[in-house]
């Protein structure tokens, strides 16, 4: 037991840090703060433009969603670079608990995402004249890390397509961009075509992303429970998903002998 | 000259489109925009605007290929070994490097050819441009001075060690303060005077004012290659400047 939690803290920690080998905190500031910045006021005059919501259905929208710049391209990187950087076959030869090593790379990542999201809110708020009750910040916290906590399962099992496929950061980017127009951030989902919405339903973020828009429009957290909650069952399932697919392309990697070949 | 000029931009024409990341930025990524902004204008009942987003979407793509091709440009020759042999050929760098350039914003062309077939094929979008002449001056010329201007990011780029990361900053701002989907009047003032000298903006100008009719189109073109020139003029000062010291330093491989 303490053997699993050591791999899942330490572990995680040095995966995390790892990153930093080739993402210098210049890169870091610039990508992670200064592209959610100009995004959420890319999206936010475009909504003035257009005129179909109020500058909060697209600040909200926006600043919940570039958490999932962290917790999919992070956790992609957490463990598909293993594999790029030829670290997988050390790594899946030691007998560490194979849940704990899955689960342990996930936690810098949310907490990556948390910073990235309320930065988000800070400079709209900043900038944008956006404005919070007090009393629905602890909601709102809330809602954005069970919403990026369900955003990085997604890039778990993205990760671990990353095991077998050859260019996984193609569907990384992919996916992220898919978010922006399928998961109601920008537009809301019941406005999508019925194909859309049901694809925007079935993935992370769209729940979470409503369920914040409730909160700073006033709701208290126990009208959102739904919400939440399918949000958090859906990152379930797909960290299910994803951990299933890892240990399916371990055990395939070493049947075959191709855990590092591409 | 022309030969290497031309073989220059057909290989990394032919490079850059097999490349899933390209696809990706110069097709895909335009087509999402352009259906978020579609979307955005129907439910907020903009009339007659799909053609204009279309071909905002379609210079949007076309800038994001240009940003990170060209100003990874120098680093990438760095990490395939080639940029000593090709620093060290007869021919000047700077011819090496313009059809580069160019190329990454070629086949930005892509984004506006895959947002037009969009909106004609999904959303019955009609093609009918005004006079046809006016849009097959402005788009080469928007392509060649966002080339030129990817010359200039090359070459300022290639100071820094992760450029990369100033391509992920500079593709949202640059989207905003063109005009390429928010007009510039909603913006605060002082972003219509950048605006003024960057190549998009001129570029989206000509292009809308060929396809829609209205505007003067000649004007924009006219700023496009003013523009052009130049990026070319500061790209080859600081191309030689950047050339001269690698050479005294002997940094040219340093990655």
Known sequence: MTSALRVFFVGGTISYRALFNWIRPGMYVTTMLGSPLFQILFFTYLGRYTRNEDDTFFIVGNAVQVAAMSSIYGMVMGIANERQFGTLSPLLATPANRLALFLGRALPFIANGLVVSAFGFAVSWALLDFSLARSDLPALALIVL??????????????????????????????????????????????????????????????????????????????????????????????????????????????????ETF | MVRLFYAGWLFHLKNLSNSLFFVLISVLQPVIFASIAFFMYRSGQRPGTLLYVALGAGLMGIWSSTLFGSGGAIQWQRWQGTLEIVVAAPAPFLLVLVPLTLATATIGLYSI??????????????????????????????????????????????????????????????????????????????????????????????????????????????????????YLILGAVFMKNFERLARRRATLSLT
């Open chain 2, 113 to 230: 050819v895959t947002t037009l077939l969009w909106g004609r094929v999904f959303f019955g979008m009609p093609l009918a441009f005004a006079p046809p002449l006016q849009l097959a001056v402005a788009l080469p010329a928007t392509v060649v001075s966002l080339g030129l201007m990817g010359l200039l990011l090359a070459s300022t780029f290639v100071l820094y060690r992760q450029a990369s990361a100033f391509s992920n900053l500079l593709e949202y701002p640059v989207w905003l303060a063109t005009g390429l989907l928010v007009p510039l009047s909603l913006l605060p003032g002082w972003v219509t005077w950048i605006s003024w000298g960057l190549a998009p903006t001129w570029g989206i100008k000509a292009i809308r004012s060929a396809a829609l009719g209205g505007g003067d189109a000649w004007g924009a073109i006219g700023m496009c290659v003013a523009l052009g020139v130049v």
């Open chain 1, 146 to 259: 069970v919403t990026t906590v369900s955003c990085t399962a997604l890039g778990m099992l993205i990760g671990s397509i990353g095991l077998r496929a050859r260019d996984v950061f193609f569907a990384a980017n992919l996916v992220y961009f898919l978010m922006l127009l399928f998961c109601g951030v920008n537009v809301a989902v019941d406005d999508l075509p019925g194909w859309m919405e049901a694809v925007g339903r079935a993935l992370p973020l769209t729940h979470g992303i409503e369920a914040a828009r409730e909160v700073a429009s006033g709701a208290p957290l126990g009208d959102v429970g739904g919400l939440v909650a399918t949000e958090a069952l859906i990152g379930l399932a797909y960290a299910a998903a994803g951990y299933v697919l890892f240990r399916l392309f371990e055990l395939e990697g070493r049947r075959r002998a191709s855990l």
